[in-house]
């Protein structure tokens, strides 16, 4: 198991090590340049000059490329252009932000997702579970800031009950009520998310429930809902567990519409604004960040496996 | 103890309804073996399946007849309302052994989960109980295999598992769907000699379903041959072997390889076995059979008899002595 971890480690490594070229070279092939961004379009060349000696920017991309590299595996993603602060403190901000947020959206996904999915199976072929399997259709159709405006009109601005944008920390004044900020956010999130995972553990509920296994199950006598949870869902979360791991990464590093519709300071908008700005050691910092992120979940993923699964060896 | 009445399960609804098993009818009695004969897609598992109460609802279901168990209704009665109800036991081993356990359940779990329903007992109780269980299997080493998944396993021990599971249900009649086809030839021998031995320590009854011959002739104290969906002969063993009365039944028996006779042409019934609804008038054997006339593809044939016990469905039954 350590040595698994250990060689998986290696790997994640090495992969990354990949992926930081990747970025680098990516980030620097958009085109637009950060100086004019900051300077706007009347500086004269000696001003951009300066700011680009200053900057870094003059040098060869090789070099600045061993040069960030080199700050990285010292724990420092640079300083970030246009804010003129620390990256790490810029992404430690938005990482709070999108970690609760993906958090308090797995929660609805796995509570609504999973046993709707596992009602829609059991009743296969009824009204209810096309009525289901259609609702969850529309939910994953329907764009994400439509359902985003509706819940702020419904539940914050005729009903009052929740509020409609803006994330205070929970480390700030309010603690953990602060999380009612992340509700509405996270229904919205969650609508289209919920629905694939309640498809797909329906479709896997279903796969399952013609095995011979679930026939001996029947066979023994034990009570139908026994068979449904003990063996027919036992196998099926199997193929639903490897989703949660890729969905929850999504919730981070995709929730950009989301985010934008709440005024949310998360991740995903400072991708998208670091990108409009050209604020080249966000961008990189933030995407490093997030490669990590979908290899620990893989990762961890896969070592779940090892105990959902004994026929899964891990050496 | 168990009566099968005219059993007729049914596929499909309205115009493109078909009967796959019609008109089945046979009795098991305690502590004897009834060997059910059949080629593939003969309606040998759906009967099974029926008399377990375990058909794919609603593609197929029992459109008539009885299935009665110590006097007791069980027809489509599923197990968990048969415990419910305080009705005796059919338990089932299946053809697959590789793919009737449960993969992620540890074995001794999957035997105690029976053991908890037909016993009532819990904890330490039911799980002396599973072990005592594969011993009577003879799994060696029984209490370290508790705690093994199906994985770990052969297919004969696999097997095994699956007839203590089936006897922690305490079953009156054990239904064994070909479960030997799936095992080496020496590991065959095992279990079909333990099932047999079961069948008296725990004095029931054992439909034992299969299309070899040769293991019908060892195990059963008599056959019922099925085809097309229909019981087509049936009698007690030594006798239906020495003179069977259908040509289809005489047909399967000169298909079995015989060592001594050199070598040969095996032996082949020409065609093949109808699919459900494909033949609905007449003898279902008759386009196949070597003997059939023109009354045979027109009328249903009667039952003639041969002593008490053996009879089968035929116009022209096979002569003492003829073949």
Not at chain 1, 150 to 167: E, K, Q, R, T, V
Not at chain 1, 171 to 179: A, H, K, Q, T, V
Not at chain 2, 235 to 262: K, Q, W
Request: glycine letters at 8%; hydrophobic letters at 45%; proline letters at 6%.
């Amino acid at each position: 198991m350590l040595f698994y971890v250990l060689r998986r480690t290696g790997a994640a490594l090495a992969t990354l090590a990949a992926a930081s070229v990747v970025i680098f070279v990516f980030i620097h092939l958009i085109p637009g340049d950060p100086i004019y961004v900051l300077l706007g379009d009347e500086a004269t060349p000696e001003q951009v000059e300066a700011l680009r000696t200053r900057l870094g920017l003059d040098r060869s991309i090789v070099t600045q490329y061993f040069y960030w590299v080199g700050n990285v595996l010292q724990g420092d993603l640079g300083t970030s252009i246009f804010f003129q602060d620390p990256v790490t403190l810029i992404i430690r901000d938005g990482a709070e932000t999108s970690i609760l947020l993906a958090c308090v959206t797995m929660v609805w996904i796995v509570l609504l997702g999973v046993p709707v999915g596992v009602l829609a199976a059991t009743r296969h072929g009824t009204w209810i579970d096309q009525g289901l399997s259609g609702i969850a259709m529309l939910l994953a159709s329907i764009p994400t800031f439509w359902v985003g405006l509706y819940l702020i009109l419904i539940f914050a601005a005729n009903l009052g009950w929740l509020p409609s944008s803006g994330y205070p920390s929970i480390f700030e004044e309010g603690g953990l009520s602060n999380l009612r900020y992340l509700l509405l956010p996270s229904l919205t999130l969650a609508a289209p998310n919920a629905a694939l995972i309640l498809r797909l553990t329906r479709a896997s509920m279903l796969d399952v429930a013609k095995e011979d296994y679930v026939r001996t199950a029947r066979s023994k006598g034990i009570r139908p809902q026994r068979v449904v949870i003990r063996h027919i869902l036992r196998n099926a979360l199997l193929a639903v567990v490897s989703a949660f791991g890729f969905t929850f990464a999504a919730l981070i590093s995709e929730a950009v519409v989301t985010e934008t519709v709440f005024a949310l300071p998360g991740i995903g908008r400072l991708v998208v604004q670091s990108i409009l700005r050209r604020d080249y050691p966000v961008i990189q910092g933030v995407i490093l960040v997030i490669v990590c992120l979908y290899l620990i979940i893989n990762l961890l993923v896969d070592i779940s496996y090892r105990y959902l699964d004994p026929r899964v060896e891990l050496e | 103890m168990l009566t099968v009445r005219n059993l007729v399960v049914s596929g499909g609804k309205g115009a493109s309804r078909v009967d796959i098993v019609s008109d089945v009818s046979f009795e098991i009695e305690r502590r004897k073996v009834l060997g059910l004969v059949g080629e593939s897609g003969s309606g040998k598992s759906i009967t099974s399946l029926a008399v377990m109460g375990l058909l794919p609802h609603p593609q197929l279901w029992v459109r008539g007849g009885s299935i009665e168990l110590d006097g007791a209704d069980i027809t489509e009665e599923p197990p968990y309302l048969r415990v419910e109800r305080g009705h005796g036991g059919v338990s089932m081993i299946f053809q697959e052994p590789m793919t009737s356990l449960n993969p992620v359940v540890p074995i001794g779990d999957q035997i105690v989960e029976a053991v908890r329903v037909h016993d009532g007992s819990t904890g330490i109780t039911a799980r002396n109980r599973a072990q005592e269980l594969l011993e009577m299997v003879r799994i060696p080493d029984a209490r370290l295999q508790l705690t093994a998944y199906p994985h770990e396993l052969s297919g004969g021990m696999r097997q095994r598992v699956m007839i203590a599971i089936a006897l922690a249900c305490r079953p009156q009649v054990l239904i064994a769907d070909e479960p030997t086809t799936a095992l080496d030839v020496t590991v065959q021998m095992q279990v079909l000699s333990l099932i047999r031995e079961l069948c008296d320590t725990f004095d029931m009854g054992v439909l034992f379903i299969t299309h070899d011959l040769g293991v019908v002739s060892e195990l059963a104290d008599s056959v019922s041959v099925m085809y097309g969906g229909k019981i087509v002969e049936n009698g007690p063993v030594e006798r239906l072997f020495n003179v069977p009365l259908h040509p289809y039944t005489s047909g399967l028996m000169n298909c079995v390889p015989d060592p001594s006779a050199g070598h040969r042409r095996f032996q082949t019934i020409p065609g093949q076995a109808p699919k459900p609804g494909e033949i609905t008038k007449g003898c279902r054997f008759a386009p196949r059979c070597r003997h059939a006339q023109a009354v045979c593809t027109t009328d249903t044939p009667a039952k003639v008899v041969d002593g008490p016990l053996h009879s089968a469905q035929c116009h022209f039954p096979i002569a003492r002595g003829a073949s």
